[in-house]
């Protein structure tokens, strides 16, 4: 009788995929868990005691943010630093700050923003890439867009743009009125500070050409 071979063999293959099923299985349970401690928002705790993590606390706009390139990594990540004045303050209690981001996150959906700008990777490309404007040197004490609002403050000139950008014109897609309030303004504002301050693993792999981005004031 002829020796069967192992590749022809029904219960070779059975097992075989018995083995890659319950290896994926376990691969991916612990992936899920990795991915889940990766992208859990931090507290203020941890940016009181500088622990660093993908997803800081909302009390992260209480902080100065900037851009630096890691060697190790191979692309730019947001860096936290000292404390800042965020709307003439940098003692957000964590509350607060939550809830300005919770307003500001709110304000993003219900304006429709993805529609023509992209958060995170979502969205649309028909306006600029939202996820690191709060380092866009272009908002910052030298940039044009701080000195064409005539405002003192990087997010006092985000807010009045967001609230009065037909005033403004930038590019040749003007942004339109959506008429955003004070307030709303002010969430947006605290939402794009702490997107900026995302892990992101250098995503949009583009922002870190921009001239002034790195190290950025």
Not at 160 to 167: A, D, H, I, Y
Request: aromatic share 10%.
């Amino acid at each position: 009788m002829a020796k069967k071979s192992v590749w022809s063999d029904n219960r070779f293959w059975q097992r075989y995929a018995a083995w890659v099923t319950g290896f994926a299985s376990m691969l991916l349970i612990w992936l899920t868990f990795d991915t889940i401690s990766q992208i859990t928002i931090g507290t203020n705790a941890d940016l009181q005691n500088g622990v660093t993590k993908r997803v800081p606390g909302p009390t992260v706009i209480n902080y100065k943010i900037t851009y630096e390139m890691d060697k190790k990594r191979g692309h730019e990540i947001p860096v936290i630093g000292e404390k800042e004045m965020f709307f003439g303050r940098d003692d957000y209690s964590e509350e607060e700050a939550a809830e300005l981001l919770h307003l500001g996150k709110l304000g993003s959906q219900t304006k429709n923003c993805m529609n023509c700008h992209t958060l995170l990777g979502n969205g649309a490309y028909y306006a600029p890439d939202l996820t690191k404007a709060w380092l866009d040197p272009a908002w910052g004490p030298e940039g044009s867009m701080q000195a064409m609002t005539g405002k003192s403050s990087k997010e006092e000139a985000m807010a009045e743009f967001l609230q009065n950008p037909s005033q403004y014109p930038t590019h040749a897609r003007m942004m339109p009125d959506l008429g955003i309030t004070a307030e709303e303004a002010k969430g947006l504002v605290a939402f794009l500070k702490h997107m900026s301050s995302i892990d992101t693993n250098g995503f949009p792999r583009n922002f870190g050409k921009i001239q002034g981005a790195i190290h950025g004031k």
